[in-house]
């Protein structure tokens, strides 16, 4: 079982599940009251220089609220977990938030194109990249979640995004078959926005989940945003609707509209002009400059981001749109 | 009486007949999913669709602008995580891939990382592998729909970002990629391609309507194979074509590029 | 990252993830009508000879019915995943249905005591037997799910579990940690007893799930046997209740208390004073034999054998202890 | 005045007393899950259960006869798999595990699989380890609560099902074992043990009130050794019995044991 080839990409994070467990071990169990805002959130449990991860898929469920919160705090020299992210790592890069990514997915908007502000900021040299794969990332979060410093998978193989991975390829030594071995990613901190949380960090998660179950155990510091607080009774209730427990959980924070300009199943669905106005903004740097100026360096909040692109009249209409309640009688 | 159609129309009533029925389709957003979606309302209402953000099995209403979007998951039969989706691929279960890239090989080979300069500085950065490689290595049959063009289509890949034959022969089984998975076939506005089953070459098997095989050589940075029978691809039909403009894509999102 | 230390222990199941790819690919993804009778389901889907696995924990949500029905039907020379077994256990032992075991927990009922029974059954030396923990087991599901030849863990080491078991030790090419390699487990068939299914296989389960999720994904074929059938429509109105998807699954069996004398959460609670009946009469090998005669192989089907305990009146008795009615008013 | 109180009790009070508030506990049925309920009511609210079935600090209404059944879960704030509950547990969540067997040797390694004649032809055969191995490996302290039986406490265990300090020293490391864990305490009727530092055996650090060193030597297997000083044991409170008697375990399903 010798390892066969190396990736040579730069692995960003250390795998060793003794050292994560040291750290976990030190962390309080106590279920106590963890709300708070959203800045004092940003302010004590994100650093300068650590490593963090978003939770939900490209621009659904993403935490923006946050990010718009960590370019306002100027948070600098991170890395970042590239993993499906499209808006969000379109800010992230605005503010130049990271100067390391494990790249997944990145300066894509899925079938809304390719964003000019993160492609330009890629194509600087300034940012050091390991390739991966969405898989990959998933399943290197799977295995800081499970506490081993590794799994083994079938992707990878045979091509340059290996070549310019982290990871191992063995030989199988029950059936001989060549793997590729995927270390264990233990983000410093893992954000991720959610419809419901009591106040100790319980919390509920509809419709599609991508990785955050594992982001949630795999990363040393919690921060969760959610579209509304429940009792902990409520969570009590229906224990089968628990997505994740309150002991991992640093902070709590109540942001309704949190994904806005995203879409939030069964809540509201993205908004898709302001969406095309980031795209446009961003292909002339100056007008960008004042477009962030004004959509996030000037807002004390999120809600100030919205009620400047239409407030709760526009939170109605994707409301709307998502339910696709226009539809009704149509179908 | 004749028809008249798009390229992009073309590609998707094209593709869309490979996808039969009872079959499942790991797939994201744009022409692929459109391919899809006319499939299950036409000979294939039995597809199963998994999308990587979790969801499976959906009835999709329109579009999806996004595959982890509220319309990739509507009436879903269950919603889960990237993992499961994933690990179904990787089990075995999933039959066909659609997928793209900025470049694609001979071999079938897919570049979606960068073009130009180096890795670490790059001239044209791409997203990167996305799930493309995860599906590319996992899912049975790869399939790639683009348009057909020499810059697209060449030689060597800068980056090889997923897996296609790789260098051709035996060399995909032999860097350990599942046994019995591969590019199956390519679907562009000029003709249908599969590979060559021991050299693992691009080969063209069908010429679309008004064009020859010198075009599609002509728009290829490569030498082509070609089969030794090679017939004419069947072009849209008429329910096809409805169904692709009223149902599966009514505000043109894909169909109008 | 050669092979340490190699557990003696038999590998009853092959973990080759080309073999089961290829079995995989094969099985109909069409959703089609899968309801049947659960004897109908025992006669075309488990063989004499094969391995397979139940869900369920202990004897809550444990596929009884199933059990009773591979008596009657005299499976014989089969493998068996041991995994948190109790009742079930139990029963199979009382059939001789299986001649080898994977071990993690077995011959016990947790509170209840140990079965006597199970315990001369394995203490013939017919069984051949291979040591496991119960998380060793649900890592071996859980690689097998994946499509993956094995997952690394770190239980095992140091014990003579692992010398019993078929694991293999290895240093993690990461962080030079010794690991213990688990083999992937694809059973021939799992037979997993739930709430709610559709016709087609999509399945509900509420409360605790154990393994089960994995255990559909492992085994090459998938007998479900439900409380109730529901439409699926209800399916497609909320997926993110979901457990697992109808492609996994061959058969549909309507068994209402598909489950007794064994908890169904949020339906039923066990019948205590029958499970001891059982441990009492396992104690003399003469009446053992009569009460299986009785309970077992003289019942049609399940329903018979409920009629003969109790039948309606036990299982609302059953119902109100679930659901804690008689301690109304107390708390 | 007196108070009065069973073996059985005793072990239950005195073990509760470990479980500080905050913590997190992961156990199975019986003495042990009376030990963390009576702990919940009395100093310990927010001592978190985990339940290898899946369950996630329940507010367990009367004692469960499985860890699986639907009173281990009740108002938990989570209920999962197994695999989660375990991984939670090697991931480094958990701070206790309270384990049992039919033999625990002066290295608290601990036998549950079988005693006499060989692994595939036993002549008492248990369940093997269940959750314990898991659990004995990934949490923090693993404590033992038992009755103190010469047959029971061995010299060597016939089969090491879960791992203690394995041979002593670094032997439970250098096996691969996650640092920092290991046994930490043993609560028998006659005693309470922890375990050298150094040597990693087992050594009396209080005494039971009505026993003296002799009484828990004649009953042990191998030579224990003594902490420097050896105090007696706090006896149950009169809080603590009526706790224990009136809400943890009314029906005596433990304590009438």
């Avoid at chain 1, 919160?69 to 808006?87: A, I, P």
């Avoid at chain 1, 400047?308 to 696709?324: A, D, P, S, V, W």
């Avoid at chain 2, 000029?190 to 693992?200: G, K, N, T």
């Amino acid at each position: 079982m010798d390892i066969i080839r190396k990736g040579r990409g730069e692995l960003f994070t250390d795998p060793d599940p003794d050292h994560a467990r040291a750290f976990f071990q030190k962390k309080s169990r106590k279920m106590v009251n963890k709300s708070m805002t959203l800045a004092k959130a940003i302010e004590t449990f994100v650093h300068d220089g650590e490593y963090f991860a978003l939770g939900g898929f490209g621009a659904n469920r993403t935490p923006i609220a946050a990010c718009h919160e960590m370019l306002r705090q100027r948070r600098k020299n991170m890395g970042f977990c590239g993993h499906t992210s499209t808006h969000d790592f379109e800010i992230l890069c605005a503010g130049e938030v990271f100067d390391r990514v494990d790249a997944g997915y990145i300066v894509g908007l899925e079938a809304r194109g390719l964003s000019p502000c993160a492609r330009r900021y890629m194509q600087t040299g300034k940012v050091k990249v390991t390739e991966w794969t969405n898989y990959s990332i998933s399943a290197r979060l799977r295995a800081a979640a499970m506490g081993v410093p590794f799994i083994p998978t079938r992707n990878l193989l045979g091509t340059d995004t290996f070549e310019c991975s982290a990871a191992k390829i063995i030989e199988c030594p029950y059936t001989g078959k060549k793997l590729a071995l995927h270390p264990a990613l233990y983000p410093d901190v893992g954000i991720i926005h959610v419809h419901e949380s009591d106040v100790y960090g319980n919390v509920r998660v509809r419709g599609i989940l991508k990785s955050d179950n594992d982001l949630a155990r795999a990363s040393k510091r919690v921060i969760v945003t959610c579209e509304r607080l429940i009792t902990n009774e409520e969570i009590r209730r229906d224990p089968t609707e628990t997505t994740f427990p309150y002991f991992l959980v640093d902070a709590v924070c109540e942001v309704p509209y949190g994904g806005y300009p995203g879409t939030m199943a069964y809540e509201y669905f993205s908004d898709e002009e302001h969406l095309r106005e980031w795209l446009k903004a961003e292909e002339d740097p100056d007008v960008f400059k004042d477009f962030l100026q004004r959509n996030i360096y000037d807002c004390k909040d999120h809600h100030e981001y919205i009620n400047k692109n239409g407030g709760m009249e526009k939170m109605l209409q994707l409301r709307t749109i998502e339910h696709l309640l226009h539809k009704e009688g149509k179908r | 009486m004749t028809t008249t159609y798009n390229a992009m129309e073309l590609m998707i009533c094209v593709a869309s007949r490979e996808l039969e029925d009872g079959s499942t389709l790991a797939v994201g957003t744009g022409a692929p999913c459109a391919a899809a979606m006319l499939a299950q309302r036409l000979n294939s209402p039995n597809l199963s669709i998994l999308f990587e953000a979790g969801s499976v099995s959906p009835q999709l209403p329109e579009m999806p602008i996004s595959v982890g979007d509220s319309r990739a998951s509507h009436k879903a039969v269950m919603v889960s995580t990237m993992g499961a989706i994933m690990e179904t691929c990787q089990r075995g279960y999933v039959d066909y891939t659609f997928l793209g890239g900025a470049q694609i090989d001979m071999y079938g080979n897919l570049n979606s990382t960068f073009i130009g300069g180096t890795h670490q500085k790059p001239k044209v950065r791409f997203p990167g592998s996305g799930g493309a490689n995860d599906f590319g290595s996992f899912c049975w049959k790869m399939m790639v729909l683009t348009v057909q063009d020499a810059r697209r289509f060449v030689e060597k890949c800068e980056f090889i970002t997923t897996p296609g034959w790789l260098s051709g022969g035996n060399s995909r089984y032999e860097a350990g990629l599942p046994e019995g998975t591969g590019p199956y076939k390519v679907f562009t506005n000029m003709a249908v391609m599969d590979f060559e089953p021991e050299s693992r070459r691009m080969r063209i098997i069908s010429i679309n309507p008004g064009y020859s095989v010198k075009d599609v050589q002509d728009n290829c940075g490569f030498e082509l194979l070609k089969a030794p029978k090679i017939t004419e691809t069947l072009p849209p039909t008429e329910i096809e074509l409805k169904i692709l403009r009223e149902e599966v894509d009514p505000h043109r999102y894909v169909i109008g590029r």
